[in-house]
């Protein structure tokens, strides 16, 4: 592989930790003077702590939250068909971003949970990552990755739970969890 091909990153795995993960690599990258965009294709909150440090990093880093929020479970929630139509423009955003030549990183959040929950299909996703420009790093974070995908990455690492606060009744914590 040459040294001015981009890598292809996976953070998946039932663990806290893949989208704090890409975070860090988005921040080493912005520190080196790259450009960063990330597309969230499930979260939905605008008032998280990586959106209002995005905002702090512009134009640098850029934050485009698509997604509606919890898929299934929560009363109120958005029908699921809203769900594919929002992972769907997300998508088309990263196909953008992913071919323009302008972003050195791409954070693709929760496309692994886009695909396992049937938003988004894993061939588009591969087509994404083939057609890219040659030089993009593409990070793709959430639970359950594809096996095409990790056949496909570079590097692959799998968060796993031993313990989580939550399990105490902890809620999300402002700071380290949003």
Known sequence: MSKDKGL????TGDGKGKTSAALGMALR????GMRISMVQFI???SDTG??????LLKPAFELVTVGKGFVMGKQGAPAFPEHVQAAQHALELARLRSTSGYWDLLVLDEINNAV??????????LDLIKSRSQKLHIVLTGRDAHRDLVALADMVTEMRAVKHPYERGIPAVKGIDF
């Open 29 to 32: 990258a912005a520190g080196h």
């Open 116 to 125: 396992a929950l049937g938003l988004v299909a894993i061939n588009d996703v």
């Open 50 to 55: 990586e959106a209002m440090a995005a905002d």
């Open 8 to 11: 292809v990153i996976v953070f």
């Open 43 to 45: 979260k939905s909150r």
